[in-house]
């Protein structure tokens, strides 16, 4: 079992850029598939974005061309590099992790990632 902490949520105005980062406690990092997920208030945690552990990418329609995942592995940190942020941006990101060999297609169900932080409030207004 892996923790994760995630960092970098505030408020920040329509149109602003922020970046997430979520910290690790494994020393098997790179072996791990990472995801984004959010969740609104009153709505279902939906997931955001996924890099599998050889760097191939996956994001949500709503937030492709505005959102980009990395990883950093000899620091042991997955990114969220949100830009032209809106309102219905605004959420608890968590970020969650899998051990796996596979590398693609990664699941988007929240019950296939087995490791979750506890979140980091994303809060945009107008």
């Known amino acids: 079992q892996v923790q994760l902490v995630e960092s970098g949520g505030r408020l920040v105005q329509a149109g602003d850029s922020l970046r997430l980062s979520c910290t690790a406690s494994?020393?098997?990092?790179?072996?791990?598939?990472l995801a984004w997920f959010r969740q609104a208030p009153g709505k279902e945690r939906e997931f955001v974005a996924s890099i599998s552990r050889n760097g191939n990418l996956d994001y949500a329609d709503s937030v492709k061309g505005r959102f980009t995942i990395s990883r950093d592995n000899a620091n042991k940190v997955v990114y969220l590099q949100m830009s032209n942020l809106n309102s219905e941006d605004t959420a608890v990101y968590s970020c969650?992790?899998?051990?796996?060999?596979?590398?693609?297609?990664?699941?988007?169900?929240?019950?296939?990632?087995?490791?979750w932080g506890q979140g980091t409030q994303v809060t945009v207004f107008s």
């Open positions: 969650a992790a899998r051990h796996t060999i596979l590398t693609a297609p990664l699941s988007r169900g929240d019950d296939y990632w087995g490791d």
């Open positions: 494994t020393t098997i990092f790179s072996r791990y598939a």
